[in-house]
T-cell receptor
Framework: DARVTQTPRHKVTEMGQEVTMRCQPI?????VFWYRQTMMQGLELLAY????????DSGMPKDRFSAEMPDATLATLKIQPSEPRDSAVYFC???????????FGSGTRLTVV | GENVEQHPSTLSVQEGDSAVIKCTYS??????FPWYKQELGKRPQLIID?????GEKKDQRIAVTLNKTAKHFSLHITETQPEDSAVYFC????????????FGRGTSLIVHP
C-alpha cells in the first residue's frame, strides 16, 4: 500500500528556531500539498506543487514560511523563525489530478514553546 | 474562491442508528466532492467521493448524495458502529487547476455502544 511519508512525526522547538518538515510523496504523484490543521482553523492549505513547480502559496505566511520541492521525491516546508502560534499538525498530501482524492501523510505535530 | 460549509460540527448517535452529515459549497464550477475520515491522532483518509455527473454513490454502509442545483452534498452512514467514531471532512474541488480540495470544518461523529 503506497504511502506518503512525513518526517519528523513530532517536533518540539523553542520560539525563534528554524523548523524543517519533510515529505516523500507517492511515486508517480505529480501534485503535492501542504496543509496545516488546528482546532480553530481546521485544515488550511499552505502551498501546493504540480510537477515540482509551486503553483499557489497564497495561504502561507511569506515572511516566515517557505516551501520547496527540490526533486520529485522530496517536498519541504520550512519555518524560520518559528512562533508559538505555528503549533499545529502539518500534513503533506499527494495525488494525481482527475484521478480522485489525495493521499495524506501521517503529519508532523509541531509544538513551539 | 470556494467556500464549503459543513454541519453539524458534532453528531452523537447510538450504535446501529444512521448518521447524516451535510455540506454546501459556493462555486458552481466545483465538480468533485471527496469525503475524508480522520481518526484521533491519525491522518485524513479518503472514504468515498462523488463527481458531479452522478447524484448518488454507495459503498457498503456509506453513501454520498449530490444536489448540484442546490449546491449541497451529504454523507450517509447506516448501521453505525463504534469504529465509525471519527472526524469526517467534506471537500469540494474543480478542474482548471489541480483539483485543490477546499475542506469543510469537519464533523465529530461519536457512536455510542
Amino acid at each position: 500500500d503506497a504511502r506518503v511519508t512525513q518526517t519528523p512525526r513530532h517536533k518540539v522547538t523553542e520560539m525563534g528556531q528554524e523548523v524543517t518538515m519533510r515529505c516523500q510523496p507517492i511515486l508517480g504523484h505529480n501534485t503535492v500539498f501542504w496543509y496545516r490543521q488546528t482546532m480553530m482553523q481546521g485544515l488550511e492549505l499552505l502551498a501546493y506543487f504540480r510537477n515540482r513547480a509551486p503553483l499557489d502559496d497564497s495561504g502561507m505566511p511569506k515572511d516566515r514560511f517557505s516551501a520547496e520541492m527540490p526533486d520529485a521525491t522530496l517536498a519541504t516546508l520550512k519555518i524560520q523563525p518559528s512562533e508559538p502560534r505555528d503549533s499545529a499538525v502539518y500534513f503533506c498530501a499527494s495525488g494525481v489530478p482527475r484521478m480522485g482524492g489525495y493521499t495524506f501523510g501521517s503529519g508532523t505535530r509541531l509544538t513551539v514553546v | 474562491g470556494e467556500n464549503v460549509e459543513q454541519h453539524p460540527s458534532t453528531l452523537s448517535v447510538q450504535e446501529g442508528d444512521s448518521a447524516v452529515i451535510k455540506c454546501t459549497y459556493s462555486d458552481s464550477a466545483s465538480n468533485y466532492f471527496p469525503w475524508y475520515k480522520q481518526e484521533l491522532g491519525k491522518r485524513p483518509q479518503l472514504i468515498i467521493d462523488i463527481r458531479s455527473n452522478v447524484g448518488e454513490k454507495k459503498d457498503q454502509r456509506i453513501a454520498v448524495t449530490l444536489n448540484k442545483t442546490a449546491k449541497h452534498f451529504s454523507l450517509h452512514i447506516t448501521e453505525t458502529q463504534p469504529e465509525d467514531s471519527a472526524v469526517y471532512f467534506c471537500a469540494a474541488s474543480k478542474p482548471g487547476g489541480s483539483y485543490i480540495p477546499t475542506f469543510g470544518r469537519g464533523t465529530s461523529l461519536i457512536v455510542h455502544p
